[in-house]
């Protein structure tokens, strides 16, 4: 196994148990924790890995978020803290922009990221994730999450037609 695998499965598996808050510490962590966790990472293999041990995709958390919803919402938080940081830069960041430069070429671990995040929304629809009608406990959905980042990509993705999970009661089109 590579190092970098070996850190990123161990920042995985710590990011899962600091998220799991309450669980007994002794308790190993389940599929959906490490899916948590590669998802707060932006891990799309440790997601990939997390299906395959028998994640649900589909499953809430506290907050009311599946897997898709707290990519999403992690997304938004990265791209309005970078919009602030954007908004306190110089002149000479300015004009540079205005040449066609954007801050984001000069970025290679935002441009990693957004293509992690990405991956991870392709493989959370591919094993069925449900997000139509589907709101956090702020009342976002992830189409709503994903315009608010300006991210066309995902966009078209969150488009496709999606099967709905047999738990949605059809009525109020939410999960239990």
């Known amino acids: 196994m590579s ?13 899962a148990a600091w998220f799991s808050i309450g669980c007994e510490p002794r308790r190993p962590l389940s599929p959906q924790d490490h899916l948590r966790g590669a998802i707060i990472l932006t891990f799309p293999e440790g997601v990939r890995e997390a299906i395959e041990q028998g994640a649900d995709v589909n499953a809430k958390d506290s907050v009311g978020r599946t897997p898709l919803l707290l990519l999403m919402d992690g997304y938004h938080r990265d791209y309005v803290e970078r919009r602030l940081e954007r ?14 430069r954007s801050r984001e070429a000069d970025d290679p671990e935002w441009e990693r ?5 990405r991956a991870i929304v392709r493989i959370l629809l591919d094993a069925n994730a449900y997000h139509r009608f589907l709101e956090d406990n ?7 999450y994903a315009l608010l980042v300006e991210d066309r990509e995902i966009l078209g993705m969150l488009d496709e037609p999606t099967p709905a999970p047999r738990n949605v009661n059809e009525r109020t089109r939410r999960i239990p």
């Not at 190092?3 to 990011?15: C, E, N, P, S, V």
């Not at 908004?87 to 066609?100: F, I």
């Open 3 to 15: 190092d970098r695998k070996t850190t990123l499965l161990i920042l995985t598996a710590l990011a």
């Open 87 to 100: 908004s306190r830069t110089s002149d000479a960041e300015w004009e540079r922009r205005r040449l066609g």
């Open 113 to 117: 990221r957004q293509r992690d995040r």
């Open 138 to 144: 702020h009342g976002f959905t992830a189409l709503r």
